[in-house]
């Protein structure tokens, strides 16, 4: 059993985030973690385990449109392909186990890419193996909050060790 962890980011929040889940999956399973831009097509996946992170834009996930305010806000942005929204938007069933991360700032708004990406994703057949979740930066450009990337190994580490123990059935 293996884990693929996703991540979209345009500060470089949302990556610090994934590397942290990543180091807590990877105390129980094998991980890889990816770009989106750079992962192979979700069909293609050789993964049971698949964990998907994107920071909150406007309520939900990134669009062109949002993309495009990150830019001018930072010259330069790390995620300047693919959508997340694009690489879920499988148009086949798909039957991975997956986990949905946000960033988000902090006092909360309402709205959560973990949540938007945890409803496509199960509407195409996945299954959910954990409520989405949100982790803080302190303002749009971050940086994270003080005890979030803790809080993020715990929570890779929490659901590796759930999925581990129980694997889905073949
Ligand atoms: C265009 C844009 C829209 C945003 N909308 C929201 C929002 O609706 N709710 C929220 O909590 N944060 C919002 N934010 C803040 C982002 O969630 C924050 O920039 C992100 O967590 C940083 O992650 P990153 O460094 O991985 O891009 C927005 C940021 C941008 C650039």
Not at 56 to 71: E, I, K, N, Y
Not at 89 to 118: C, E, K, Q
Request: glycine residues 10%.
């Amino acid at each position: 059993m293996s884990a693929y962890i996703v991540y979209e980011s345009m500060f470089g929040n949302t990556a610090g985030v994934a590397e942290a889940v990543a180091n807590g999956v990877a105390t129980c399973l094998p991980v890889e973690l990816v770009e989106v831009g750079d992962a192979p097509m979700i069909l293609d996946l050789q993964a049971e385990l698949l964990i998907v992170g994107a920071p909150t834009h406007v309520f939900g996930l990134s669009r062109p449109r949002t993309r495009d305010d990150a830019v001018e806000r930072a010259g330069r942005v790390i995620s300047d392909g693919r959508l997340m929204r694009d690489w879920i938007d499988s148009r086949s069933a798909l039957s991975l186990s997956v986990a949905t991360f946000d960033t988000h700032v902090n006092p909360p708004i309402p709205g959560s890419a973990a949540r938007t990406m945890a409803k496509l994703l199960t509407r195409r057949g996945c299954t959910l193996v954990a409520d989405p979740v949100s982790f803080h930066v302190s303002g749009t450009d971050g940086p994270v909050s003080p005890g979030e990337l803790g809080r993020a190994i715990e929570w890779g580490a929490s659901i590796a060790r759930r999925v581990g123990l129980h694997p889905s059935p073949a």
